[in-house]
């Protein structure tokens, strides 16, 4: 029990603390493929320390979900992150792989409700966007985690890990990378570097949010974004079980680094589309993630 | 090995689906025939039933499959399509997942159950069969001769696999002739399409009903 305390609040400080580092590199990466210089790793830091000293100013019109939204945020992601039993044992019986997909979904009902609220022009818009893309994204990310989850024969994330080692897992892979890139509003779906008023989905929600509370936020999507990624690693390139608790967060933090120099990469070579374009990516997503289900179902 | 090479083969003929441009059409129906070549190279050096005639197979797909129709496709292309992005009857997500259904009906009807003779056991032989399905809805899907001669190489492709899958590859006389025959094919439909572009200046298969002296 005491084992299990430490491992659970080490592992959601280690993915809080994670979680801006693979920000950065994924940030470098992508301005070194376009031949900038970009801000240091450690930008993202910074960043959240300077949101963090500051008050935030919040809307005389709004209700308490403003005030609680960034704290929810923050806390299912992080609540998400720690359902994953990274270092080879599961801390607490506390969920499976449906409970993580539905955390973070209350993260991004919160979000959109208080997005609302102030009643500004972006940030309706940006909630209106946000739950359009939800609802293509999140049938592809349950399908494709049922792919995996066929194999094993099991959601709970304990007997879950390697378990995307197939060749249907392959296909699942290529399902949840185009999820992960929706997840986390990276460029064909939202391009997170812009205020654009036009474009932007994420960013318009945040809008009306300053001080700790942007701080938090956006901490929250840097988190989800990790844990995302710490997922993939989890399901389809865990590291052997049974290794030293250093040596595994080493190679963890190395594999999702790379997996996020995948992303910066794809996101440096593609456009960014259409809103209404967006359901074609969609279904093409589905369609790698149904025939996970199919293959496993077949063979 | 073999089990992933295959897969790949399926995945780039989902992803010719799942796209409008035609360079991304000519350049994975490249990508599909060198995984072909590969599967022929590793089942020649590395399969119990090792045939030098299965290199021979690999490297004819590679010069022939990965090399010359796509770059005599390429030099078509240049000159007859007018527009980078074909006209598609459904759009590209739709019919990535009608390819999706294909390749289930495949694996859940058709071999089972209609070819329930054929005794061919591995992923090959369905994924054969759900190519060559795949390179006929790819003809049906886009309303351009031009993409109708790639879902031609593309159901080719597939029949490839499957004489592999069934029975390690055809007779070496049979394979160079169908090679050759591919390559005229190719080039005859080539100059068809040109003709096609010079009467009716677009190649839409929708106005190619309407006759023309």
């Keep these: 029990m005491e084992g299990n305390v430490t ?20 940030k470098k990466a992508k301005a070194l493929t ?31 979900i403003t005030l609680v939204t960034p704290y929810v945020c923050l806390g299912a992601s992080l609540a998400a992150g720690s359902l994953i039993p990274l270092w080879g044992h599961s801390a607490f019986q506390l969920g499976d792989l449906i409970a993580l997909t539905y955390l973070f979904a209350l993260a991004k009902f919160f979000l959109a409700l208080s997005a609302l609220e102030p009643a500004s022009a972006f940030g309706g818009m940006g909630s209106s966007r946000e739950m359009m893309i939800t609802t293509l994204v999140e049938p592809v990310l349950v399908l494709g985690l049922f ?74 999507a840097m988190v989800k974004q990790t844990v995302f990624l710490v997922l993939l690693t989890y399901l389809f390139w865990p590291h052997p079980s049974g290794s ?23 996101e440096s070579i593609m456009a960014k589309m259409r809103l209404f374009k967006l359901p074609e990516l969609m279904v093409g997503g589905a369609a790698f993630c149904l025939l996970a289900v199919l293959s496993n179902s077949f063979l | 090995m073999i089990g992933y090479l295959t897969l790949v083969f399926l995945i780039t ?90 390749v289930g009906l495949t694996y859940s009807y058709v071999v089972p159950v209609l070819l329930k003779e054929v005794q061919v056991g591995g992923q090959m032989f369905p994924v054969a069969l759900s190519a060559v399905l795949l390179g006929c809805f790819f003809m049906i899907s886009r309303r351009s001769a031009f993409n109708q001669l790639i879902g031609i190489v593309m159901m080719e492709n597939g029949l490839f696999l499957c ?10 006389i049979l394979e160079l002739g169908i090679f050759f025959d591919l390559l005229v094919g190719v080039l ?21 009903n309407k006759l023309k002296g």
Aim: charged fraction near 10%.
């Design chain 2, 163 to 172: 004489a592999i899958a069934i029975n390690g590859g055809m007779p070496l």
């Design chain 1, 7 to 26: 491992a659970l609040g080490g592992q959601i400080i280690f993915l809080m603390l994670l979680a801006p580092l693979i920000n950065g590199i994924i």
């Design chain 1, 34 to 64: 376009q031949r900038r210089r970009g801000p240091g790793v450690l930008q993202p830091y910074f960043d959240i320390l300077k949101f963090l000293k500051r008050e935030p100013v919040v809307s005389a019109h709004t209700s308490w």
């Design chain 2, 13 to 102: 003929g989902l992803l010719m689906l799942g796209g409008r441009a035609v360079s991304r059409s000519i350049a994975l129906l490249a990508a599909q025939s060198l995984v072909l070549s590969m599967i022929a190279f590793y089942l020649g050096l590395w399969d119990a039933k090792a045939s030098w005639h299965m290199l021979v197979v690999g490297g004819l797909t590679l010069v022939i499959k990965v090399i010359v129709l796509p770059w005599i496709l390429y030099r078509l292309a240049d000159r007859v399509v007018k527009y980078h992005e074909v006209p598609l009857s459904i759009g590209p997500g739709l019919s990535m997942l009608t390819g999706v259904l294909l």
């Design chain 1, 147 to 220: 792919g995996v989850v066929m194999v094993a024969g099991t959601t709970d994330l304990a007997g879950l890990a390697g378990a995307g080692q197939n060749p249907a897992g392959v296909l699942a892979f290529i399902g949840l990378m185009v999820v992960t890139i929706a997840e986390t509003g990276r460029i064909p779906v939202d391009n997170p570097d812009t205020h654009l008023e036009l474009t932007m989905v994420h960013e318009a929600m945040l809008l009306e949010f300053s001080g700790r509370h942007l701080g938090f936020l956006h901490w929250a």
């Design chain 2, 188 to 208: 005859v439909m080539g100059v068809f399409t040109n003709r096609i572009r010079g009467t009716f200046d677009t190649l839409d298969t929708k106005v190619l």
């Design chain 1, 244 to 266: 030293p608790v250093l040596q595994a967060a080493g190679l963890l933090v190395g594999k999702v680094a790379l997996l996020g120099l995948l992303l910066a990469v794809l």
